[in-house]
Structures are given as C-alpha cells and as structure tokens.
C-alpha cells in the first residue's frame, strides 16, 4: 500500500520560510523520482519542482526556480522542499508524488503566505 504523508506547512508571512516534508511507504522509495506539486485556492495541479532517484538531479517550474529546494533521503524515505522568500501566490496544498504518475495521493499540507 503506497502511503505519501506531507507535513510542515503552515501560515507564515510574505519573505518567510518554511520547510515541507513527505514521508513515503509502500513502495521502493530510492528507486522513484519524485514531485511535489501544490494546487491553490480554485485552480488546477501544478507542478511545482522534481528530483530523481539519488538526488543528483532536479528541476524547477519557474515561478519558485531559485527560491524553493527539493532534496530527498533515501535511507529515510523523505522527500523534502525547502521554500525561501515565500510570496502569497505560494498559497496553496502541497502534495508530493512519484514523478511517473500522480495515482497516490497524500492528505496534503496547507501553506498559506499571508500579512
């Protein structure tokens, strides 16, 4: 049973930090590329950042290319995302996910940027 659990999130203000955390089981974690992807108030999935499977590669959309930081521990089974400079168009559930296909999905954690 595959079993993605985020946390972190929470309410910080525009030019904060905070630092997002997927647990993962049920599968073999090393052997995946990983997402994360968020999805705002009344908007669709998107895509937010990516790293393969022993973290010596990764990407980024544009709007967090320089601001966000994806990592992973394999011997943890953790996906992490490091979010500096937080802005409220940030705001949003953030989900991670194998890269492959988006089939299982967590609770989410809620990131809300706001003064």
């Known amino acids: 049973e595959v079993q993605l659990v985020e946390s972190g999130g929470g309410l910080v203000q525009p030019g904060g930090s905070l630092r997002l955390s997927c647990a993962a089981s049920g599968f073999t974690f090393s052997s995946y590329s990983m997402s994360w992807v968020r999805q705002a108030p009344g908007k669709g999935l998107e895509w937010v950042s990516f790293i393969n499977s022993i973290g010596g590669s990764t990407s980024y959309a544009d709007s967090v290319k320089g601001r966000f930081t994806i990592s992973r521990d394999n011997a943890k089974n953790t996906l992490n995302l490091k979010m500096n400079s937080l802005k409220p168009e940030d705001t949003a559930v953030y989900y991670c996910?194998?890269?492959?296909?988006?089939?299982?999905w967590g609770q989410g954690t809620q990131v809300t940027v706001s003064s």
């Open positions: 996910n194998k890269a492959i296909a988006w089939h299982y």
